[in-house]
Nanobody, 124 residues
Framework: QVQLVESGGGLVQAGGSLRISCAAS????????MGWFRQAPGKEREFVAA????????YYADSVKGRFTISRDNAKNTVTLQMNSLKPEDTAVYYC?????????????????WGQGTQVTVSS
């Protein structure tokens, strides 16, 4: 079965950095576009970043543009999110997702598989 497993979450101070990763198994990783979403308590799950199959194109929410970087390693079946200049508003559970079809990466409906999430907490 398909598994997406996030890791690397934790507690950091505002202004700090954190790198979270997602390890995929049970699918042909290079065939899937990958995305990161996040969900804070009481809020809807929102788009953070996405990357296409080859890694040649990336997409970011305005709220994280310039601070976060998404990347992938198809040889290792992993996608990562480097988060810099973290703000308390970034506090959320971060989810990894995989989409066989391309386009509309901002929409949750695009994605076929989801991980269980990793907690990121930014203190002030």
């Amino acid at each position: 079965q398909v598994q997406l497993v996030e890791s690397g979450g934790g507690l950091v101070q505002a202004g700090g950095s954190l790198r979270i990763s997602c390890a995929a198994s049970g699918l042909t990783f290079s065939q899937y576009n990958m995305g990161w979403f996040r969900q804070a308590p009481g809020k809807e799950r929102e788009f953070v970043a996405a990357i296409n199959r080859s890694g040649g194109s990336t997409y970011y929410a305005d709220s994280v543009k310039g601070r976060f970087t998404i990347s992938r390693d198809n040889a290792k079946n992993t996608v990562t999110l480097q988060m810099n200049s973290l703000k308390p508003e970034d506090t959320a559970v971060y989810y990894c997702a995989a989409a066989l079809l391309s386009g509309n990466y901002y929409q949750r409906s695009r994605y076929d598989y989801w991980g269980q999430g990793t907690q990121v907490t930014v203190s002030s």
